[in-house]
Each structure stands twice: as structure tokens, then as C-alpha cells.
């Protein structure tokens, strides 16, 4: 009998020490994978059993029970985060386990350029095949409701950036990061502000960065250009800025802006009113925020693009004629 006992034992001993030089096998072994690279997702609300499942269908030879039993071991059975993810290399479980635990998704990004409007804005985010889009279908109104923004109209109250995201991410998360962004900008550079800048409102300062952000051909010219439009706006004059005219005109501008277009009035028409547009016009960079509320010291009242990109700035219209007369004489012979 004692003999027995004694044998029990060392097979109790030697199949523990078994499972046990297994189970450090296993888990430091690379995963079969059937190719690589190798990308799954994990929907929300999946538990283990389920993302176990979702690597197997994948090329992910996990190798079910044992995966399973690993993660209820470490007690990380109920960590398993939702999202893409992708294997660029072999891993062993531990690596992909914790991989899964950690949520080390796959991320994407989108590109939103300064001086869109938000009409390309939304076209860049339906257009990305790695967004959730929860967004198609809403007016201005009902979108800036799901981003719990208090504004109704959203031209210009979102920060051009690149935004990186985990593939399957919803559009709304990335334009509530975007328009939180353009918020916090907006607060510090008006805090920051030049004491003599005549805005009411920092909403007010935003729309005059949306139009400097179009009218500078050259980040060189821009704090003196806001300087000029901040000059005209201080003594009543009329800001004469084109592409508040063909913000105005929509869909139905052709490229070509005539006379016509600048006579014919309406709320943006500078040209025909004083003061500022209703609304930015685009969305603008940073640097036009710092322009528009620090703008570069100058006496001119008007500028006029020499054709590569730089401005020509002048005090007086009859310099500014001249200028006009002189660069669109060189314009036509580059043209030629």
C-alpha cells in the first residue's frame, strides 16, 4: 500500500511538472498563422469565447480550449477589447493576449485640410472606408447635436489636423475631437489676444481668420494681410475679399468670379456690405487664428497677389492701382 501511495504520487508530480513544461511551451510558442499580414476585428460587447472564434475564422490557430484556459488562468478572461487589429509577425499567445487586453487596435487616420469648407470636411469622413459614418443622412443641426455642441451652423468651428482613430471608430468621435479642438484653439489665442482688436466675440475672430486662411497665397504675407483686413474693419471699410463672394455663391461658382459677382449683394458679398460675413467661410489653420488676433503691424489698406503666391501691400488706392495695373501686366506676359 505504501508503494502505491508512493507511485501516485510521482505520477501526480510528473504529470503536474508535464502540464506545467507545457503550458510554458505553449504560451512562449508562435501561433500557426495561415498568412501574414493578418487583420480581424472584434465587434463590441464579443466575450472570449467569441474573439476566439473571430481568430480561428481569421487564420489565427490559437488553438481554442488552451487560449481560453490561458486567459481564465491570468484572470484576464473578461479584458478582451473591441476594435481592428492587425499581426504583422508571428506572436506567441501571451504576446496576442495581451495584445487583446491592452486593446492595441489598428489605427487610420484622416487628412482635414485648413481652408476646406465643411462641406469637404464631411465628404473626407463619408468618404473613409474605415469609419463607422453614423452621421450620413443629418443636417447641420441634428450633427452638431450629436457632438453636443451648442451651435446649429458648424462652417468653420471645426480644427483642421490629422486624426488618427482605431479602424471602426464612429465619424461622430472623430468630429467631436475636431470641433473640441477648434474650441480650445479658439479660447487660448483669444486669451492671448492683441488689446486693441475690435471683435465682439470669438466667434467673431473666427470668421475673420476663415477669411484670412483663404486670402493668404504665402504664410510669409499672412499676419500682415490680417493686419490690412483688421485696418479696413476698424474704420468702417468694406473688407473687398473674393472668396467671401464665392463662399456666398456655393455650388453654383464655376471658377470664374466676375464683376457681375461682385455686385451682386448679398449677406457674404464684402463688397457690397461693410463689416463681416454671417459665418466663416472655411475652416481655418492656427496660424490664421493668431493673424486675425494678432495681427502684423501696418498702416495699408490694400494688397494685391503679384502672381507667385506673394502680395504687394499699399497705403493709398492710388498706390494700390498702380500695383494692380503693374502685376496684372505681368501676369498677362507669364501667361503668354
Not at 458648424?154 to 474650441?183: C, H, I, N, W
Not at 467661410?281 to 492656427?286: A, K, V
Not at 501696418?298 to 498706390?319: K, P
Amino acid at each position: 500500500m505504501h508503494t502505491l501511495v508512493k507511485r501516485l504520487l510521482f505520477l501526480l508530480v510528473a504529470a503536474g511538472l508535464g502540464c506545467a513544461i507545457y503550458a510554458a511551451w505553449y504560451v512562449r510558442t508562435p501561433i500557426a498563422l495561415d498568412k501574414l499580414p493578418v487583420e480581424f476585428d472584434i465587434p463590441p460587447g464579443t466575450a472570449l469565447r467569441g474573439a476566439i472564434r473571430q481568430l480561428t475564422t481569421a487564420g489565427v490557430r490559437v488553438g481554442a480550449g488552451r487560449f481560453e484556459l490561458l486567459a481564465r488562468v491570468l484572470g484576464r478572461a473578461q479584458d478582451i477589447k473591441a476594435g481592428s487589429y492587425e499581426l504583422t509577425r508571428p506572436v506567441t499567445p501571451l504576446e496576442l493576449l495581451g495584445k487583446l487586453t491592452r486593446g492595441d487596435v489598428t489605427q487610420a487616420e484622416v487628412k482635414l485640410i485648413e481652408g476646406w469648407t465643411f462641406r469637404q470636411f464631411r465628404l473626407a469622413l463619408d468618404q473613409n472606408p474605415y469609419l463607422r459614418h453614423e452621421t450620413q443622412g443629418l443636417d447641420k443641426a441634428q450633427l452638431m447635436a450629436r457632438i453636443e455642441a451648442s451651435e446649429t451652423e458648424p462652417e468653420g468651428l471645426f480644427f483642421p489636423d490629422t486624426y488618427l482613430f482605431a479602424k471602426g471608430s464612429a465619424d461622430v468621435a472623430v468630429l467631436r475631437r475636431s470641433y473640441r479642438a477648434m474650441q480650445r484653439h479658439l479660447a487660448q489665442e483669444w486669451a492671448a489676444r492683441d488689446a486693441n482688436v475690435p471683435y465682439r466675440t470669438p466667434y467673431e475672430a473666427l470668421i475673420m481668420a476663415s477669411i484670412i486662411e483663404k486670402e493668404t497665397g504665402r504664410p510669409a504675407d499672412r499676419d500682415l494681410i490680417g493686419g490690412v483686413l483688421l485696418n479696413r474693419l476698424r474704420i468702417g471699410m468694406r473688407l473687398q475679399a473674393d472668396p467671401t463672394v464665392i463662399y456666398g455663391l456655393g455650388a453654383s461658382f464655376d471658377g470664374n468670379l466676375t464683376k457681375a459677382h461682385l455686385q451682386q449683394d448679398g449677406p457674404y458679398n464684402t463688397y457690397t456690405r461693410a463689416g463681416l460675413p454671417p459665418t466663416p467661410i472655411d475652416m481655418p489653420s492656427l496660424a490664421s487664428l493668431r493673424a486675425a488676433l494678432r495681427p502684423g503691424k501696418t498702416d495699408a489698406l490694400y494688397y494685391v497677389s503679384r502672381g507667385d503666391g506673394s502680395s504687394e501691400f499699399s497705403r493709398t488706392l492710388n498706390d494700390h492701382n498702380r500695383a494692380v495695373t503693374k502685376y496684372q501686366r505681368l501676369n498677362r506676359h507669364r501667361r503668354d
